[in-house]
Nanobody, 118 residues
Framework: QVQLAESGGGLVQAGGSLRLSCAAS????????MCWFRQVPGKEREFVAA????????RYTDSVKGRFTISRDNTKNTVDLQMNSLKPEDTAVYYC???????????WGQGTQVTVSS
């Protein structure tokens, strides 16, 4: 069974940075693609970033390109999302997911709230 646990969310001013981390259980982590999604109330969950099992390929939604960076450490079973130059519109609950490449979710974490104040 796969369990995912996000951490690192919080309140930050516009222009600031946060680093989200997702800790995964299960022996298949190092062979699995991973994603970050986000969701605001009343809207569908949207794709943010993806990374292949090796970390060699990444993808981003257009609105975060150049500001967010996804990375992973297969020795620690973690996948991180470094978020820089944050904007109020980045406010959302951020979810980590194990996916079938590139972004079909298989397992979800519980989410972590990110709030960016203007």
């Amino acid at each position: 069974q796969v369990q995912l646990a996000e951490s690192g969310g919080g309140l930050v001013q516009a222009g600031g940075s946060l680093r989200l981390s997702c800790a995964a259980s299960g022996r298949t982590f190092s062979s699995s693609a991973m994603c970050w999604f986000r969701q605001v109330p009343g809207k569908e969950r949207e794709f943010v970033a993806a990374i292949t099992w090796s970390g060699g390929v990444t993808r981003y939604t257009d609105s975060v390109k150049g500001r967010f960076t996804i990375s992973r450490d297969n020795t620690k079973n973690t996948v991180d999302l470094q978020m820089n130059s944050l904007k109020p519109e980045d406010t959302a609950v951020y979810y980590c997911a194990r996916v079938t490449w590139p972004m079909t979710p298989e397992y979800w974490g519980q989410g972590t709230q990110v709030t960016v104040s203007s």
